[in-house]
T-cell receptor, first 112, second 107 residues
Framework: DTGVSQNPRHKITKRGQNVTFRCDPISEHNRLYWYRQTLGQGPEFLTYFQNEAQLEKSRLLSDRFSAERPKGSFSTLEIQRTEQGDSAMYLC??????????FGDGTRLSIL | AQRVTQPEKLLSVFKGAPVELKCNYS??????LFWYVQYSRQRLQLLLRHISRESIKGFTADLNKGETSFHLKKPFAQEEDSAMYYC?????????FGAGTILRVKS
């Protein structure tokens, strides 16, 4: 197992465009998390899935953001009508029950 | 509200010197605390968690509930310890991270 995999590694887009990121968790992990990290800050929680159910969402997750995990395996995070302030590193993590979270390399989003 | 504070953005020490990376938290309840490390061009990875009470790569951290601290310590720093270190608190299903401290070990 190569760990948590995220694609793409880097996404550059124009303001107003939609973007989608993908996360493939460690295969035996049923819990999946998305975080956002901006320069000089630690990761901030966005949302959490247990299997296919989205059980928690942060207030940071505005209505332009949507996350899915349709079959309880991979997850996607979509941002609609991107804004300058969305520029950040988007991190995915996965874990088993009561286990530490393992992180992917992240997707760096740059808004032009 | 739950919060993690790492007061130092940068800590620079010489090889062989002791290291202490500070972490303070605020949490109403029994906290579960972690240290994560990110080496250059690598992903964030777990270094240690307080419930394990183990030493990883020579690092230890003791939870002090009276002082609400979880400082990371190593008696003799090595150059390969240079990295970004994040303290994190588990709150329900999520981790709350501090802003991180860059550790630079000079030869």
């Amino acid at each position: 197992d190569t760990g948590v995999s995220q694609n793409p590694r880097h996404k550059i887009t124009k303001r107003g465009q939609n973007v989608t990121f993908r996360c493939d968790p460690i295969s035996e992990h049923n819990r999946l998390y998305w975080y956002r990290q901006t320069l000089g800050q630690g990761p901030e929680f966005l949302t959490y899935f247990q299997n296919e159910a989205q059980l928690e969402k942060s207030r940071l997750l505005s209505d332009r953001f949507s996350a899915e995990r349709p079959k309880g395996s991979f997850s996607t995070l979509e941002i609609q009508r991107t804004e300058q302030g969305d520029s950040a590193m988007y991190l995915c993590a996965s874990s088993g029950p009561n286990q530490p979270q393992h992180f992917g390399d992240g997707t760096r989003l740059s808004i032009l | 509200a739950q919060r993690v504070t790492q007061p130092e953005k940068l800590l620079s020490v010489f090889k062989g010197a002791p290291v202490e990376l500070k972490c303070n938290y605020s949490y109403s309840g029994s906290p579960e605390l972690f240290w994560y490390v990110q080496y250059s061009r690598q992903r964030l990875q777990l270094l240690l968690r307080h419930i394990s009470r183990e030493s990883i790569k020579g690092f230890t951290a003791d939870l002090n509930k009276g002082e609400t601290s979880f400082h990371l310590k190593k008696p003799f720093a090595q150059e390969e310890d240079s990295a970004m270190y994040y303290c994190a608190l588990r709150h329900g299903n999520k981790l709350v991270f501090g802003a991180g401290t860059i550790l630079r070990v000079k030869s």
